[in-house]
Nanobody, 125 residues
Framework: VQLQASGGGLVQPGGSLRLSCVGS????????IGWFRQAPGKGREGVLC????????YYADSVKGRFTISIDNANNTVYLQMNSLKPEDTAVYYCATDERYSCGRYYFHYELDYWGKGTLVTVSS
């Protein structure tokens, strides 16, 4: 099981960015996939997750209404669409999975087994 996040960059406040998380060695749709972020000098924060099969999602309050998660089964990829970006969204973003747990508020608190390399998002004017 391998994950690779990409798509980060520099964006102005109020702008948008889409991150990708590509899975290899497994069928991504069979696993719950979470996005996490870590801002400079801060701890890791769970952002959102999507359940096996993509039937449900869970969003942290900090991103509700601005971020969405979706899955592209043809490309074995999960996307994180980020709109109305704020400077406080600046962080390294990671995707992660662990088939032992289900997507939901507690998913962010488990030590997940599989992590992708992060991608840096900088929101600044």
């Amino acid at each position: 099981v391998q994950l690779q996040a990409s798509g980060g960059g520099l964006v102005q406040p109020g702008g948008s960015l889409r991150l990708s998380c590509v899975g290899s060695g497994f069928t991504l749709d069979y696993y719950p996939i979470g996005w996490f972020r870590q801002a400079p000098g801060k701890g890791r924060e769970g952002v959102l997750c999507i359940s096996r099969g993509g039937g449900s999602t869970y969003y942290a309050d900090s991103v509700k209404g601005r971020f969405t998660i979706s899955i592209d089964n043809a490309n074995n990829t999960v996307y994180l669409q980020m709109n109305s970006l704020k400077p406080e969204d600046t962080a390294v973003y990671y995707c992660a999975t662990d088939e032992r747990y289900s997507c939901g508020r507690y998913y962010f608190h488990y030590e997940l087994d599989y992590w992708g390399k992060g991608t840096l998002v900088t929101v600044s004017s």
